[in-house]
């Protein structure tokens, strides 16, 4: 499966939810930003780091970001969406009428912190 | 409005609507970064932005700095969106139209 092609992260992320018993955003337009975005950040950096947020580039300091994040599951159970809401549960389209939900960030400051510190080392 | 190191990372996109000034901080690689672009542009709206994973390190460190101290978000997430001395973090159509209409949030 190679990552840095549309059709390797598709299948990708396809394994990630269902291993989970997640579903995926059904919105084409979305989904194919968010694969898009994943596609990205794996050539840039090695790794998918989550679209939706600033990677610092050290794989240490971004390894909580890498899809799926380490907050996704939570996300998932609790709103019925990850951050990025490529991840949903299997409700969520009974459940919730809007297309997307907004997620509170659940990543710690603390880490958001140390990569505005590894920033401000690059100065 | 910003400090000069912002005024030249932000690229314009034109639009017929210029009665605010919106700048929006975002990721390349964001979906509802995306959106939140389209919207500006479906409702033809003049704005500038900053592809903030796509500038040097040095210069992300100063724009994130100058984004919380300014601002002082509780959390600095993508879209990152000002409109005039308002801003609104995160995709939200809803609140977007209240900046249009209203001029605030």
């Known amino acids: 499966m190679d990552m840095e092609t549309t059709e390797g992260m598709k299948e990708y992320v396809g394994m990630v939810s269902q291993k989970n018993s997640w579903i995926l955003n059904k919105d084409q337009s979305t989904f194919n930003d968010l694969i898009n975005g994943l596609v990205d950040n794996k050539k840039s950096y090695g790794y998918q780091s989550c679209p939706c947020r600033l990677a610092s580039g050290k794989r240490d300091l971004d390894r909580d970001l890498i899809c799926p994040c380490d907050y996704a599951s939570d996300d998932v159970k609790e709103f019925g969406a990850c951050y990025c809401n490529l991840y949903l549960r299997l409700d969520f389209y009974d459940k919730f009428k809007a297309n997307y939900v907004n997620i509170p960030e659940r990543r710690p400051i603390e880490k958001e912190n140390a990569v505005l510190d590894y920033f401000n080392k690059q100065l | ?105």
């Open chain 2, 1 to 105: 409005m910003f400090p000069e190191f912002i005024e030249k990372l932000a690229q314009s996109v034109d639009g017929e609507n210029d009665s605010h000034e919106w700048t929006i901080f975002t990721l390349s690689t964001c979906g509802w970064c995306k959106k939140c672009k389209q919207y500006l542009n479906d409702k033809n709206i003049k704005y500038r932005y900053v592809d903030i994973d796509k500038i040097d390190p040095s210069e992300k460190s100063k724009v994130l700095a100058y984004l919380r101290e300014n601002y002082k978000p509780e959390r600095i997430s993508y879209p990152f969106v000002v409109c005039d001395d308002k801003f609104v973090v995160g995709y939200d159509p809803t609140k977007y139209e209240k900046l249009i209409n209203q001029g605030g949030n």
